[in-house]
T-cell receptor, first 114, second 110 residues
Framework: ETGVTQSPTHLIKTRGQQVTLRCSSQ?????VSWYQQALGQGPQFIFQYYREEENGRGNFPPRFSGLQFPNYSSELNVNALELDDSALYLCASSPTGQNTGELFFGEGSRLTVL | GENVEQHPSTLSVQEGDSAVIKCTYS??????FPWYKQELGKGPQLIIDIRSNVGEKKDQRIAVTLNKTAKHFSLHITETQPEDSAVYFCAASIPNDMRFGAGTRLTVKP
């Protein structure tokens, strides 16, 4: 059974640029959640996708957007990057449509914005 | 929205001692409370969870207690070992929205 995989593992961008992060969910999981983890902080909920639709969102601006594909993989897009967007971005998948069960996390994509 | 507070932020214990981490939450609709362990360079991994209809759950050296009236829950690790050293996160969840505490860095000294 393949776990959650994320790419790229590390990347560096400059302010104002756009970034796309990718996530492959664990086999059999149809729900994907994205989290932002700043250094020394807990993961902050960005949004969740279930069956290709966003079905939950945290307190993040619209420049954070996402997609989920028919194979349940997902993308996180961030436009107009700001310095404070520097963080570890975690993707987590789960087998149910509601976020009340175990989340299986990938190892994250570390984004540095200069 | 839900707000989860976690204490302490750092905790250092001697090998074999117990460790306790406490969390409070604000949204009475939260009904699922997991604890995650995050090692350096890795994503968080679930170590134990509890649902709102249960007051206590134990799995070998790890136990979690939940007080829904007071809106707090705790993680207890007994007989700590050096490999327990990591950052631990509590979380509280309502449907489609899981919120995490800020984390506790646990160090177990041999």
């Amino acid at each position: 059974e393949t776990g959650v995989t994320q790419s790229p593992t590390h990347l560096i961008k400059t302010r104002g640029q756009q970034v796309t992060l990718r996530c492959s969910s664990q086999s059999g999981h149809n729900t994907v959640s994205w989290y932002q983890q700043a250094l020394g902080q807990g993961p902050q909920f960005i949004f969740q996708y279930y069956r290709e639709e966003e079905n939950g969102r945290g307190n993040f601006p619209p420049r954070f957007s996402g997609l989920q594909f028919p194979n349940y993989s997902s993308e996180l897009n961030v436009n107009a990057l700001e310095l404070d967007d520097s963080a570890l971005y975690l993707c987590a998948s789960s087998p149910t449509g509601q976020n009340t069960g175990e989340l299986f996390f990938g190892e994250g994509s570390r984004l540095t914005v200069l | 929205g839900e707000n989860v507070e976690q204490h302490p932020s750092t905790l250092s214990v001697q090998e074999g001692d117990s460790a306790v981490i406490k969390c409070t939450y604000s949204d009475s609709a939260s009904n699922y409370f997991p604890w995650y362990k995050q090692e350096l360079g890795k994503g968080p991994q679930l170590i134990i969870d509890i649902r709102s209809n249960v007051g206590e759950k134990k799995d070998q050296r790890i136990a979690v207690t939940l007080n829904k009236t007071a809106k707090h829950f705790s993680l207890h690790i007994t007989e700590t070992q050096p490999e327990d050293s990591a950052v631990y996160f509590c979380a509280a969840s309502i449907p489609n929205d899981m919120r995490f505490g800020a984390g506790t860095r646990l160090t177990v000294k041999p």
